[in-house]
């Protein structure tokens, strides 16, 4: 399934960037979304990783959120601008929003989706994974850090994103399938899938 032709009716169908919490499926649906159209595909953390020399977890300890905060604004403005990327489907990290000038970059030039998902489904996904993740150190629980992150992030997924996708129940694919429709329908369907 090669949907690119279907997709140069708006403006900002060019770059799509996927966002929400951790576990939400970004990279997962992104790596998938980005083949069935045919596009390439980043991974912000793992762009940042590959550009720093260092772990996400190093990055934290040795520099500080700040010092990641800026690597990730520098990640995304790059991949903005990267000839080679153009179009590309973007998994961004779960606290890109937490960034103004990062906000101001995907509602300019982006198609932004936003996943998600309630905390039970964030938390299944994270099991056993949250322990070396620097969000997750010093949380009274799994659950508990989640909500909290939620809560401060909520209004600013809800900021950038023109299009949101409830993962619950569904497999990757089939939230493929739904993101692959909207963007088909050339962005102008409603902001919520059904
Ligand atoms: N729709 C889904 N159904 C079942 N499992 C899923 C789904 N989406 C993702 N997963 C699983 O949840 C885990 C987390 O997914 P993924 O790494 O893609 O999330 P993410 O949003 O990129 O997280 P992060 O912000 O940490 O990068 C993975 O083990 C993945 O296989
Ligand atoms: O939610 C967050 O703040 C983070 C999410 C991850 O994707 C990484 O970007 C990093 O661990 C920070
Ligand atoms: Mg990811």
Redesign the pocket.
């Known amino acids: 399934m090669n949907q690119s032709s279907n997709l140069g009716s708006n403006p900002h169908c060019g770059r799509i960037a996927l966002i ?1 919490p ?8 992104g790596q998938r979304l980005a083949a069935a159209l045919g596009r390439p595909f980043v991974d912000l ?1 793992a762009w940042i990783v590959a550009h720093a020399g260092l772990s996400i977890p190093e990055i934290f300890a040795k520099q500080g959120e700040a010092a990641f905060r800026r690597l990730e604004l520098e990640a995304l403005v790059s991949v903005a601008q990267d000839d080679a990327l153009c179009g590309c489907v973007c ?1 961004t ?2 606290g890109v929003v937490e960034t103004a000038a990062c906000r101001a970059q995907l509602s300019r030039d982006w198609t932004v989706i936003e ?1 998600r998902a309630t905390v039970a489904t964030l938390a299944a ?2 099991a056993g994974e949250t322990a070396g993740r620097p969000m997750f150190r010093d949380a009274v629980s799994v659950e508990r850090r989640i909500l909290e992150l939620y809560e401060r992030r909520k209004s600013l997924y809800d900021e950038v994103a023109q299009f949101r996708v409830s ?1 619950d129940g ?3 694919e089939e ?1 493929v399938h739904v993101i692959a429709r909207h963007l088909q329908e050339g962005c102008d369907a409603a902001s919520m899938d059904a």
Do not use: N
């Open positions: 929400g951790m576990g939400s499926g970004k990279t997962t649906v953390d998994a990290g779960g996943l996904h994270l993962i569904r497999t990757p939230v």
